[in-house]
């Protein structure tokens, strides 16, 4: 089968599908294959990096080590 008849038969059985999720994640894969290589990021994703960065600037972190003990200590109050 040649890849234009593939992409016919997909084209075709993607306009009778209705599923939102599944169209997002079939859209997903097509722009990763689309953007050559290059991984572009959401402005969610963009936002949540910047905050983590501030947040690392103003020492508003924690070690692992310091976090196990505030998970230890949870699950022993439980």
């Known amino acids: 089968m040649s890849t234009v008849e593939l992409r016919h038969i997909i084209t075709e059985h993607l306009s009778h599908i209705d599923d939102a999720s599944f169209l997002k994640a079939i859209k997903t894969i097509i722009e990763s294959k689309v953007s050559e290589g290059e991984y572009k990021l959401s402005d969610f994703q963009k936002k949540r990096i ?8 103003q020492k508003k972190t924690i070690s692992h080590n310091e976090l196990q ?9 439980k």
């Open 50 to 57: 910047d905050s983590a960065r501030n947040e690392l600037k």
């Open 69 to 77: 003990k505030e998970i230890d200590q949870w699950l022993n109050t």
